[in-house]
């Protein structure tokens, strides 16, 4: 009895690991045919230039690099712990992409129009398109633009960062929820919505032209402007030590620390919050609720 029961038992295991296909992806450039189908991927006939995948494991050490006139288009998994390198290629995302590695973007674009989850490096020097949804548990940077499409959004989780340097541009239709923190050294500029719980630092232009509820902290030592259709709701503190612009309307349950200067053409209201030191308000004086 024991002498049958232990072959049929290793022929079980043996069968059950030979069904498992594990997909994985070697160090490499993506050049053409070849090189896409030795990362696990298909070579799209009907485009000579686009390499599928639909499961793609880079392990730390390894690197993947998309050239010039290559596509890398995700349609199941990337899992990448080690680095993705687009050189003047392009990837689309319309799958999940985990990252604990780096994701270094320095190509023509990266469309995101699915999920990606972040605890590594990304870093964007050129164009970055979202209309997908973006979780955010480690370091984001642009030097480059980002534009967020009505679709897309950004959540930054606690511990996350995300920095735009003094190239770096961020236009935002969708959705920013920020629990961690946010630097703007360039320009900000939002027709969607801003959520803020934790903490957002600008030493650039911050443009607002639709829905900003702060419940964190502001410090402001540039520019921010709230324009005619902008409504800038406040329920912490904003610390403004630059100059705030306001031509919309501004609703303040909070504080409103001022050291720089606040023009105001639009309606600022304070109702149960304050403005302290140095409360000038050049125009339209601020009104209470």
């Given at each position: ?5 232990i ?7 043996v069968?059950?690991?030979a ?9 490499g450039?993506i ?5 896409c189908?030795?990362?696990?991927g298909?070579?799209d006939?009907?485009n000579?230039?686009?390499?599928i ?7 730390r ?5 998309i050239?010039p006139?290559?596509t890398?288009?995700n349609d ?23 990252n604990a590695?780096?994701?270094?973007n ?10 990606i989850?972040n ?10 398109i ?10 984001f940077s642009n030097d480059?633009?980002?534009?967020q ?6 959540i930054?989780?606690?511990?996350g960062?995300?920095t735009?340097t003094?190239?770096g ?14 630097s703007n050294?360039?320009r ?10 934790a903490?957002?630092y ?22 921010f402007?709230?324009?005619?259709s902008g409504?800038?709701?406040?329920r912490?503190?904003?610390y ?10 501004i ?8 050291h ?13 919050g304050?403005i ?14």
């Open positions: 009895m024991r002498q049958t029961w072959p049929v038992l290793i022929f079980s295991i069968v059950i690991f069904g498992v296909q594990p997909s994985f992806a070697i160090s450039v050049y053409g045919s070849y090189s189908q030795r990362i696990g298909a070579w006939a009907s000579a230039n686009t390499c995948v639909t499961s793609m494991v880079v392990f050490g390894e690197t993947v690099t050239l006139g290559i890398l288009v199941g998994t990337i899992t990448n712990g080690g680095v993705l390198f687009n050189s003047g290629g392009s990837i689309y995302n319309k799958g999940a992409i985990t590695g780096t994701i270094s320095n190509g023509k674009m990266f469309d995101n129009y699915g999920t989850s605890r590594g490096t990304i870093f964007n020097s050129v164009s970055f979202n209309g997908g949804k973006i979780f955010n548990s480690g370091t480059g633009n980002i534009t499409n009505h679709t897309g959004v950004i930054n989780n606690q511990g960062t995300i735009s003094s190239n541009v961020i236009s935002n239709l969708g959705t920013i929820s920020n629990l961690g923190t946010i050294h360039a900000l500029f939002s027709d969607g919505y801003i959520l803020n719980t903490g957002i600008n030493w650039g232009t911050v443009s607002n032209s639709f829905n900003f509820t702060n419940s964190g902290t502001i410090t402001n030592s540039g520019t402007v709230n324009n005619h409504i800038v709701t406040n912490n503190v904003i403004n030590a630059g100059t705030l612009s306001n031509l919309g309307y609703l303040n349950h909070g504080s409103i620390s001022n720089g200067s606040i023009s105001n053409h639009g309606t600022i209201k304070i109702c149960k304050t302290s030191v140095n409360p000038v308000v050049v125009n339209s004086p601020y009104v209470s609720c």
